[in-house]
């Protein structure tokens, strides 16, 4: 009976140490690969010769919430550990990671991460990874040498160059603030250790290598595309008059939740009604009524890569004919800009944008003067850009939503950009726009939010469908409301 016993409690034992192998928090990141990452390193080593990047990582919040590293710092390394400091050495052609060492108390509380010792260089692909203590004595042999570093403040979940440039003027500007920056403290201590040091910025060198995306990063792009788009579209399924827009955007979150996501990549923009002509409109506390447009933007944070996705939508299914010959005239036009996408320069395809647009004005019906009058800005405002040949299609989209970018004459394979131009009515505060997320191919583009409806067919026909809201709209202390 024993020996019978042994076999069956041994498969247990093994079977438990196995899971709570596989229960263990990951050590990096799955992201990318790591050989990505040591290619982005080995890229800049090339672009500063015998100079040093020193970088420090994001540091830890006052609050109980998830880590989340700094772009700048996640794109080179994949590491998430805060408090960090890469070192890549153009002279040496090396790179060191300094980390803090192992707490077991942390630990106990929160699981391991990546530490000195625990196959860190193995798991990370950098060439060495050293205790942040360390990185004191390695701060004063830099002295003589250039050293670049990150002018620009760190930006994480949420966060974008343009928002943190404004945050950073607005500090400096308050009197009872005007501390200065992480970086620019960065930058002191390195001067104070190491004299004679010469200190540079990375950022342009780092943001011209973000700008064209490699097919791992496509494929980060096109899932945090796609959950972006079924957000919406569910919340399009659970649509009613009556619906707050925060319960909509509430749909949304539970779809990013349950894809994945570790946040948001901007906060929800749910406007209904006239709340739409502020562009970045986000209280989303106004009550939807019967014949409300709503206009929903919106995208997650997904393994440090994020979209931007907009879509339209009358709140009760169907469009009235006003809305419909509106909607409908933006559309062509909208559509005439995507599929004028190609590589090349802005002012060139601007151009053959403006010569798609005037057919399409040519051939519409209008019944409005009005509606008339506001396309024909819309495409003038084209025609300005063509002719002046500094137009832009769009803003740059990757790690963040309006993603980095140094000047470029073209467009080129593997670049990703948003178009999101708006046809307003400014006296009515009527405000019409929708986005896609567009990749640009060898050929042409990629509209890698195709899948979500943008035509007044498509629309009513998903809004048809059964929504996730409808599911519980029963259930006790909710405020949905039926069509």
């Given at each position: 009976?024993?020996?019978?016993?042994?076999?069956?409690?041994?498969?247990?034992?093994?079977?438990?140490?196995?899971?709570?192998?596989?229960?263990?928090?990951?050590?990096?990141?799955?992201?990318?690969?790591?050989?990505?990452?040591?290619?982005?390193?080995?890229?800049?080593?090339?672009?500063?010769?015998?100079?040093?990047?020193?970088?420090?990582?994001?540091?830890?919040?006052?609050?109980?919430?998830?880590?989340?590293?700094?772009?700048?710092?996640?794109?080179?390394?994949?590491?998430?550990?805060?408090?960090?400091?890469?070192?890549?050495?153009?002279?040496?052609?090396?790179?060191?990671?300094?980390?803090?060492?192992?707490?077991?108390?942390?630990?106990?509380?929160?699981?391991?991460?990546?530490?000195?010792?625990?196959d860190a260089e193995r798991l990370t692909g950098i060439d060495?990874?050293?205790?942040?203590?360390?990185?004191?004595?390695?701060?004063?042999?830099?002295?003589?040498?250039?050293?670049?570093?990150?002018?620009?403040?760190?930006?994480?979940?949420?966060?974008?160059?343009?928002?943190?440039?404004?945050?950073?003027?607005?500090?400096?500007?308050?009197?009872?603030?005007?501390?200065?920056?992480?970086?620019?403290?960065?930058?002191?201590?390195?001067?104070?250790?190491?004299?004679?040091?010469?200190?540079?910025?990375?950022?342009?060198?780092?943001?011209?290598?973000?700008?064209?995306?490699?097919?791992?990063?496509?494929?980060?792009?096109?899932?945090?595309?796609?959950?972006?788009?079924?957000?919406?579209?569910?919340?399009?399924?659970?649509?009613?008059?009556?619906?707050?827009?925060?319960?909509?955007?509430?749909?949304?979150?539970?779809?990013?939740?349950?894809?994945?996501?570790?946040?948001?990549?901007?906060?929800?923009?749910?406007?209904?009604?006239?709340?739409?002509?502020?562009?970045?409109?986000?209280?989303?506390?106004?009550r939807t009524r019967d014949g409300d447009m709503v206009l929903?933007?919106?995208?997650?944070?997904?393994?440090?890569?994020?979209?931007?996705?907009?879509?339209?939508?009358p709140i009760n299914g169907k469009f009235t004919p006003e809305?419909?010959?509106?909607?409908?005239?933006?559309?062509?036009?909208?559509?005439?800009?995507?599929?004028?996408?190609?590589?090349?320069?802005?002012?060139?395809?601007?151009?053959?944008?403006?010569?798609?647009?005037?057919?399409?004005?040519?051939?519409?019906?209008?019944?409005?003067?009005?509606?008339?009058?506001?396309?024909?800005?819309?495409?003038?405002?084209?025609?300005?850009?063509?002719?002046?040949?500094?137009?832009?299609?769009?803003?740059?989209?990757?790690?963040?939503?309006?993603?980095?970018?140094?000047?470029?004459?073209?467009?080129?394979?593997?670049?990703?950009?948003?178009?999101?131009?708006?046809?307003?009515?400014?006296?009515?505060?009527?405000?019409?726009?929708?986005?896609?997320?567009?990749?640009?191919?060898?050929?042409?583009?990629?509209?890698?939010?195709?899948?979500?409806?943008?035509?007044?067919?498509?629309?009513?026909?998903?809004?048809?469908?059964?929504?996730?809201?409808?599911?519980?709209?029963?259930?006790?202390?909710?405020?949905?409301?039926?069509?």
């Amino acid at each position: 009976m024993k020996t019978k016993c042994i076999l069956p409690l041994m498969v247990w034992s093994l079977l438990m140490v196995a899971a709570g192998a596989f229960a263990q928090p990951p050590l990096f990141t799955d992201a990318l690969l790591k050989e990505e990452f040591a290619a982005r390193r080995a890229r800049v080593m090339q672009e500063i010769g015998d100079a040093v990047v020193v970088m420090q990582g994001a540091t830890e919040t006052p609050a109980y919430e998830r880590f989340r590293q700094s772009n700048q710092f996640f794109y080179l390394t994949g590491v998430e550990v805060p408090r960090a400091i890469l070192v890549i050495d153009g002279r040496a052609k090396s790179s060191t990671l300094y980390i803090a060492p192992r707490n077991e108390r942390m630990e106990r509380s929160e699981g391991p991460i990546l530490t000195p010792g625990n196959d860190a260089e193995r798991l990370t692909g950098i060439d060495r990874v050293a205790a942040r203590d360390d990185f004191n004595d390695v701060a004063k042999r830099l002295a003589g040498r250039v050293v670049y570093t990150t002018f620009r403040g760190e930006t994480g979940s949420a966060g974008t160059p343009d928002r943190e440039a404004s945050y950073a003027r607005a500090r400096k500007a308050d009197v009872w603030d005007g501390q200065p920056s992480r970086e620019e403290w960065f930058q002191s201590k390195l001067t104070q250790q190491a004299a004679g040091v010469q200190i540079k910025d990375v950022d342009p060198i780092v943001d011209a290598m973000r700008l064209i995306k490699s097919p791992r990063e496509i494929a980060l792009v096109r899932e945090a595309t796609r959950i972006a788009g079924e957000g919406i579209m569910e919340a399009m399924r659970s649509a009613a008059p009556g619906m707050y827009e925060y319960e909509l955007a509430a749909i949304a979150d539970y779809i990013f939740r349950k894809n994945n996501t570790q946040g948001i990549g901007y906060y929800a923009l749910v406007a209904a009604g006239k709340n739409a002509a502020w562009p970045h409109y986000h209280a989303s506390q106004t009550r939807t009524r019967d014949g409300d447009m709503v206009l929903f933007d919106y995208a997650p944070d997904y393994k440090y890569y994020t979209s931007d996705v907009t879509r339209m939508f009358p709140i009760n299914g169907k469009f009235t004919p006003e809305q419909r010959e509106l909607y409908s005239i933006y559309l062509e036009l909208y559509q005439a800009l995507m599929a004028s996408i190609r590589p090349g320069r802005a002012g060139e395809i601007l151009q053959e944008v403006v010569r798609k647009m005037d057919l399409v004005m040519a051939s519409y019906r209008f019944t409005n003067p009005q509606y008339k009058a506001a396309a024909t800005r819309f495409v003038e405002g084209f025609r300005a850009q063509a002719a002046s040949d500094r137009g832009s299609l769009g803003h740059m989209v990757g790690m963040e939503v309006h993603d980095v970018t140094v000047p470029f004459p073209e467009l080129k394979p593997g670049m990703i950009f948003t178009i999101e131009p708006a046809l307003t009515i400014p006296e009515d505060r009527v405000y019409i726009r929708l986005e896609d997320v567009i990749l640009v191919t060898e050929k042409g583009y990629e509209n890698m939010s195709a899948f979500a409806p943008m035509d007044v067919a498509g629309i009513e026909k998903l809004m048809a469908e059964t929504g996730f809201a409808e599911k519980i709209a029963r259930k006790p202390g909710t405020t949905l409301s039926p069509r």
